[in-house]
């Protein structure tokens, strides 16, 4: 018996051995090797405790939840929804599994993520309760954005492709923003992961790109809405040719083309002086300005007002729109004629084009756009709130005033382009584009603000894709559209 | 006057205390882990303390009837570490839980019914061949047509009615019976050459084939079921068990050496071990397929870290297999290295206890047959543990106590029946010997020792 007890022994110790290098490996993998492990990009855990982490809400201006995690069966705790499917798509963007976040998702990831710092060692009963059982919660996101006037902007577009946005002038607080195509986030936010493949594939094969926001991701021809640049570089430049009348033309040939003859919309003739000729969006008459300012004003008017800069929008990925370099109008006259009315390579983001407007509206001063309002804790306290601040000093507060004038008469005159956006009782300022862009379709403009004086909301709409009219689309197309966002926004301001 | 050491009630005293720690410390992991899963206590916390004490309560007071001498450690370390497999289980899928709260109970029950069924442990081996046939026929019972069942590429599971279960977790138990009956008849035999062959006196080869026998068994189990775990597991039993017996280091050796032959064999002819190899020497480069499992089983242990994620807060259900064999992935996420340094303890106690008992017992066949449960038991812990944090490769094959399955928690209860019975016996065989030697005492010396030891004695013969 004591040769088998021996051996007995032996074979615990041997038994304790494999539970030694059992031990041994653990500790490899769980200590020495975990920071690798942890940061190996296979690893998806990162993600997957934040999907199993309550996440902040994104609520609209007027307390409209456009984005909560509301628990879920699956493996994730958590499912995002977005209560308003695709209306803010391009506004809170999406939180999902595979394609990672978007728009404010992105941009306040971690204010939306992060869970209270303020927990304190419990001392009471209670708090020991709470300190087991109730979760350290996200932070909310409000918006300045209103829900309606987001929801009127989608109802205007009525599903034609284009972008509406609204912005309040003195603060630079989004109101709307709302692009066509969209898309819903909810089925980004899928915890199946099919359901999201198919639904990111769709969205990349769409040649309309709904992910790439028109309202401030994407560039488009301004078409007669530079000629607000264009005036504004002659005030703020050259204010004698404010006054200088430009003849009568259907035609201007433009000079370093060979003989390139740039007619009027729709063979139209016009002429006059500067208040004139942006009435009826003259295109020769602004030809003929812009190549007596020359490249050099031109170019450094459409910067002071925010051209080829990025608008510190606290969105991911915000395009700038493009005005080219003064040197490149050298002994190319032509193209600095064209760019005076928006025509050649000038493109332009609706954003920036309503930030513009917004500028001339709060006095030449253009402030930072943004969508923020405040950032609240799990207690509803204000964690952070939006301090408004400038953005830029586009123009002179005399200059202002006078653009102002220019845009005004754009509504008021009976001959103005933008005569569809009155609002009674109400002066509006604003500027009609109709831009070709080279193929069978056109693209409509029309950016405003109102009401003069002390304007409360400026507006950029764009509708793209329309079919060629004789006449100022901007005016037929875009202006209405313009005008309800305005007219709405006015009246609940004022009840 | 020492104390005599089958008059303990103590042992069932103290037993009953760690009962009593085993509650509070599951109970207590319960709790933690629903709310740290968000929701608050759990649902049927108050149930879940009720059924735990009640079947606790029952395995306990079946041994104060029919073992009352028995090792007092292993029900409680079995108890701790099937609670502990419950909150894990309960926090991956509760319709699992459910499933295996009610495989607690009848395994609790088989664990009475062996004891009562066999009031000592020379009981089994009167019933060698039929337990040896019940073994063999529960091992070819997956390859039966209409009631076998693929999973995961192993032919592991009978279906019969509503009930399915692992045959092979049975077939485990009744193996070693059979093994350590064989070898306790016979080590004399197996140890010492017979036969001359020139120099040599080797062994009738008769007397080999029961290595030979099991050898084929467990390369008949891999080809046809693809169970690699549980081939590794019968031909180890066998191999420890002949050596222990009969002290031949040689067939640890020749063990050895038929094992590197049926692996070469194995890796030439059975896809499915082919790939859990591949997978093992490569898992990065089959992340997307055979190694994502042991790769997210890391993640899993490396998110826990030395202290763990805390119970309910790490997210298991990423693992395939997370509740089964992976499970202690899941549990080193949540509860850490510490956490599952315990649980190796707890193992490690379980197979120091297992052993003590063997060393303590003596009858042959009680000895070996403690031994062969205990290195199951032991082995088997590796298995697991080691296919996952690739120190070998992955077989499928379920921790004891702790992972989801009925089959395996009803085996092991049995398992600990067996051991627990081996210990009392022991109790008893010494209770026996110490009455004797103080009847003897009483005889020459007269007086009062005589008659105390001879009441005792009675008692003894009583049981």
Known sequence: MNGINRRVRLAGAAACLLILALFVQLNYLQVFHATALNDNPLNTRDVIAQFSQPRGAIISADGVTLAQSVPSKDQYKYQREYPEGPLFASVTGYFSFIYGTDGLEHEYNSALSETDASVTLPTSLEQIKNFFTTQPLPDDLHLTVLSWLQQIAANQLDGRDGAVVAIDPSTGGVLAMYSNPTYDPNLLASHNPSVEEKEWQALNTNPAKPLLAASYRERFFPGSTFKVITSAAVYDHKAALANKVVPVMTGLVLPDTAGQVLHNFAGEACGGNLLQLFTVSCDTGFAKVGLELGGNDLAAEANSFGWDKVPPIDLPGAAASYFPPAQSFFENAGALAKSAIGQESVQAVPLSLALDVAGIANGGTIMAPHLMASITGAQGQTVSSYQPHPWLKATSEATAEKLTKLMLSVVNSPNGTGVEARVPGVEVAGKTGTAQTGGPYIETWFVAFAPVPNPKIAVAVLVENQPPADEYQGGTIAAPVAKAIIQAYLQKESS | ?463
Request: with cysteine; glycine share 12%.
């Open chain 2, 1 to 463: 006057m020492k104390p005599v050491p089958w008059q303990q009630p103590a042992r069932r005293r103290s037993e009953l205390g760690m009962i009593v720690l085993v509650l509070l410390l599951t109970g207590g992991l319960y709790v933690l882990a629903g709310l740290g899963q968000g929701g608050g206590l759990p649902a049927h916390i108050a149930p879940f303390f009720a059924l735990v004490l009640a079947l606790m309560l029952a395995a306990h007071v079946a041994l104060r009837r029919l073992a009352p001498h028995a090792d007092p450690v292993l029900l409680p370390l079995a108890a701790l570490l099937n609670g502990m497999g419950y909150v894990f289980i309960a926090g991956l899928d509760s319709t699992e839980a459910s499933a295996q709260a009610t495989w607690t109970a009848i395994g609790i029950a088989c664990f009475i019914a062996t004891l009562a069924f066999f009031p000592q442990a020379s009981n089994l081996e009167r019933y060698r061949y039929t337990i040896a046939l019940v073994g063999i026929g529960l091992l070819v019972l997956p390859l039966v047509p209409h009631i076998g069942e693929d999973i995961n590429g192993a032919r592991l599971w009978v279906h019969i009615g509503p009930l399915s279960f692992q045959p092979e977790e049975f077939a485990k138990v009744a193996l070693g019976i059979f093994f350590a009956s064989v070898l306790a008849e016979r080590a004399d035999l197996l140890s010492t050459g017979t036969r001359r062959i020139g120099r040599w006196l080797v062994l009738e080869p008769r007397y080999l084939a029961p290595l030979l026998v099991a050898w084929g068994i467990s390369l008949v189990i891999l080809l046809a079921e693809n169970d690699l775990g549980s081939s590794f597991l019968f031909f180890t039993l066998l191999v420890s068990l002949l050596w222990v017996a009969t002290g031949r280091w040689a067939y640890l050796g020749l063990g050895a050496g038929l094992f590197s032959l049926g692996t070469v064999f194995a890796l030439d002819v059975v896809h499915h071990a082919q790939t859990r190899v591949q997978s093992w020497l490569h898992p990065w480069s089959h992340f997307a397929t055979s190694g994502y499992q042991i790769i997210e089983g890391w993640f899993a242990l490396a998110a826990g870290g030395m202290w763990g994620l805390g119970p309910g807060q790490g997210n298991p259900q990423v693992i395939p297999e997370a509740s089964t064999d992976f499970i202690l992935a899941s549990i080193g996420e949540e509860i850490g290295l510490v956490g599952l340094a315990a649980l190796l303890i707890c193992y490690l106690l379980i197979v120091g206890s297992g052993l003590r008992v063997a060393v303590r017992s003596q009858r042959s066949f009680s000895t070996l047959l403690a031994t062969g449960l205990s290195l199951l038991l032991g082995v088997q812990v590796f298995v697991v543990a080691g296919g996952i944090t690739r120190l070998i490769p992955i077989t499928g094959i379920t921790l004891p106590f702790v992972s989801y399955g009925g089959s395996s928690l009803v085996s092991n209860y049995i398992l600990l029946a067996i051991l627990l019975r081996i210990s009392n016996d022991n109790a008893n065989d010494s209770a026996l010997a110490a009455g004797r030697e103080l009847f003897a005492l009483g005889s020459s010396a007269g007086g009062e020792g005589a008659r105390a030891g001879a009441g005792r004695q009675t008692e003894v013969v009583a049981l």
